[in-house]
């Protein structure tokens, strides 16, 4: 009875630690401020190609996005965001967007809801985000163009601190950070 227990201990060890050595193969690929490593990454560096203009293509969606957000400023020599993202209402982010030229587009859009999540990275925390695409990404929530259905006085924003999609409270007022994005050319 004790070698059975022994040995199902054993087995369940090597599996404890098969998992983490997996999960950290993929550190190279995503950079994270703060990480679970015992998490997969959802939004690798290698999904993105990384144009030097300051916008990024996500392969699996074909999307491409402004690596900073509105009111930042993408410095070519650093790779790196500048300055600080601006807080807008709903309504003043879906207009910032249509009035929006960067890198020769003048197509940018504010992205829907899933198209926004679909570049949250969930092994990070804090910002919830691969800083090695989007660098200097605040802990902020990030507004959609998704309308909540049921209310309109309500929008879906995306927490990149926690990684929740919210609306809730009169939101369309609040005052909240904003990345745009375009399709790609094929």
């Keep these: 009875m004790i070698v059975k227990k022994v040995r199902?201990?054993?087995l369940w060890a090597g599996i404890v630690m098969v998992f983490p050595l997996n999960a950290n193969s993929q550190e190279s690929t995503t950079q994270c401020?703060?990480?679970?490593?015992?998490?997969?990454a959802t939004t690798p560096t290698s999904d993105?190609?990384?144009?030097?203009?300051?916008?990024?293509?996500?392969?699996?969606?074909?999307l491409m996005w402004m690596r900073c957000g509105l009111g930042q400023t993408w410095d070519?020599?650093?790779?790196?965001?500048?300055?600080?993202?601006?807080?807008?209402?709903?309504?003043?982010?879906?207009?910032?967007?249509?009035?929006?030229?960067?890198?020769?587009?003048?197509?940018?859009?504010l992205p829907n809801k899933n198209e926004l999540l679909s570049i949250f990275e969930r092994r990070c925390w804090n910002p919830s985000a691969n800083?090695?695409?989007?660098?200097?990404i605040p802990n902020a929530q990030f507004w959609t163009s998704s309308?909540?259905?049921?209310?309109?006085?309500n929008?879906?924003?995306?927490?990149?601190?926690?990684?929740?999609?919210?609306?809730?409270?009169?939101?369309?007022?609040?005052?909240?950070?904003?990345?745009?994005a375009r399709t790609a050319a094929p």
């Design 131 to 136: 800083i090695a695409v989007f660098p200097n």
């Design 147 to 153: 309308p909540l259905v049921a209310d309109r006085l």
């Design 48 to 62: 993105f190609e990384l144009n030097t203009d300051g916008t990024a293509v996500h392969k699996p969606t074909q």
């Design 76 to 109: 070519s020599d650093t790779g790196e965001c500048a300055g600080n993202m601006t807080g807008y209402t709903w309504a003043g982010a879906l207009q910032q967007a249509e009035s929006s030229t960067f890198a020769g587009y003048s197509d940018w859009r």
């Design 155 to 180: 929008a879906w924003h995306v927490s990149f601190f926690s990684g929740t999609a919210n609306c809730f409270g009169f939101c369309k007022e609040k005052l909240h950070k904003v990345r745009l």
């Design 8 to 10: 199902s201990w054993a």
């Design 33 to 40: 401020a703060n990480e679970n490593s015992a998490i997969i």
